[in-house]
């Protein structure tokens, strides 16, 4: 069931978004090469802690961290450890999720850790416009399908894939509402956006094929063929004068 909010609900969403983004900007001034992706688990949790509010992820059906932290072929949910080090020439997706006052947020960002090679440049950069381009559409009355069709054409016309076995959400007071938020489609298909939603849309594109493994730690996802894979995803709010990024 797709929930409508008020005004009033997308205000208090609006300080969840704000602590995610400050999350996301505190790992992206602090990841370095060398350093384990437990370490930054560390700093994001201890972040969100400190403003009053929870890590979504932790213990979410089980997970044990307070981020997902993906590198390279890793497209998304991987867990912090202490023997993932990230290196030069990484590209490391992070992403984040944030209770506040019962609200969430959820947000992720693909970070270039030192210098890396043309294509992950590329792939990190188009992953983010890919977003630019679904929020582009936003507004009420938009069909869904006009979503992931934006996604899906910006993605496949600079030689990327998007990936299909994961998508985007509605978000509110759980994590994961209705809709399902495809990255991919055809224009003029599915429900039609109505002021008063949120959702979470997040590009997972990737360098080739866009088949992926699931591991066997039951988290982690993969590229079949290992190629890089870039993450970017904001909550958006669906408005009577458009649309508004919450975590940006």
């Given at each position: 069931m797709i929930t409508i909010k008020t005004p009033a609900e997308i205000a208090l969403m609006r300080e969840s978004g704000k602590l995610t983004r400050d999350v996301l900007n505190l790992i992206g001034g602090s990841i370095r090469a060398g350093m384990t992706t437990k370490e930054l688990d560390k700093i994001a949790h201890d972040f969100i802690r400190e403003n009053g509010a929870y890590p979504s992820f932790l213990g979410y059906g089980g997970y044990p961290a307070s981020t997902c932290i993906s590198i390279n072929e890793t497209v998304v949910h991987g867990i912090p450890s202490d023997d993932i080090i990230v290196r030069d020439g990484d590209i490391v997706s992070v992403d984040v999720g944030t209770i506040l006052?019962?609200?969430?947020?959820?947000?992720?960002?693909?970070?270039?850790?030192?210098?890396?090679?043309?294509?992950?440049?590329?792939?990190?950069?188009?992953?983010?416009?890919?977003?630019?381009?679904?929020?582009?559409?936003?507004?009420?009355?938009?069909?869904?399908?006009?979503?992931?069709?934006?996604?899906?054409?910006?993605?496949?016309?600079?030689?990327?894939?998007?990936?299909?076995?994961?998508?985007?959400?509605?978000i509110g007071k759980e994590m994961h509402e209705d809709p399902s938020v495809p990255n991919y489609g055809r224009k003029g298909t599915g429900i039609r956006l109505k002021a008063g939603m949120v959702i979470a849309i997040e590009p997972m594109i990737n360098a080739g094929v866009y088949q992926?493994?699931?591991?066997?730690?039951?988290?982690?996802?993969?590229?079949?063929?290992?190629?890089?894979?870039?993450?970017?995803?904001?909550?958006?709010?669906?408005?009577?004068?458009?649309?508004?990024?919450l975590t940006l």
């Open positions: 006052d019962g609200w969430q947020g959820d947000a992720a960002r693909t970070f270039i850790v030192g210098e890396t090679t043309e294509e992950k440049k590329k792939l990190v950069k188009v992953t983010e416009e890919c977003f630019f381009k679904a929020f582009a559409c936003l507004k009420d009355g938009t069909p869904l399908g006009d979503v992931g069709y934006n996604v899906q054409s910006h993605a496949e016309a600079n030689g990327f894939s998007v990936v299909r076995a994961l998508v985007g959400h509605g992926v493994d699931f591991m066997p730690d039951g988290w982690g996802v993969k590229t079949r063929d290992r190629r890089p894979s870039a993450h970017y995803e904001n909550t958006v709010a669906i408005t009577e004068n458009g649309a508004e990024i």
